[in-house]
């Protein structure tokens, strides 16, 4: 899907993206943002995010590459199965890096779909990430 294709899907209100959801539209357009930039450029965007700006701001960002994120993951596949636990996954989310939110964290829960035994499998997540947006 094209920079502008995403833009008008997320574009409901025809003034442009609302600054709240760029990180949604963003990964949606298969790119990577830090929350440092989405942050950045949301509060000097105000209301609505243009289409200029929108596809100026995607095209400065790294693309999600599919083998590159589920290698990133599978790091904490510790049995070489495919699957994680979904509290480590939580914690490694939360506490690496620049953290997730926790209500970014209850989305991710949501869709991870863990088994009896609470493992998520890794590829079943990243294609639901890469594909979502979460």
Not at 18 to 28: E, Q, S
Not at 74 to 84: I, S
Not at 110 to 118: L, R, S
């Amino acid at each position: 899907m094209s920079t502008k294709e995403v833009f008008d899907l997320f574009n409901t209100s025809g003034n442009g993206i609302a600054a709240k959801d760029l990180g949604t539209v963003l990964r949606a357009a298969g790119k990577a943002p830090s929350e440092a930039d989405i942050q950045e450029v949301a509060a000097a965007a105000g209301d609505g995010i243009s289409l200029d700006k929108f596809t100026e701001l995607a095209n400065s960002q790294p693309d999600l590459v599919e083998a590159e994120v589920l290698q990133a993951f599978e790091v904490f596949d510790q049995n070489g199965n495919g699957f994680m636990p979904l509290a480590e996954l939580c914690d490694v989310l939360k506490n690496l890096g620049e953290g997730v939110p926790d209500q970014l964290l209850d989305q991710l829960k949501a869709v991870a779909e863990p088994d009896e035994e609470e493992q998520v499998n890794i590829r079943h997540l990243v294609d639901i990430l890469l594909k979502t947006g979460v």
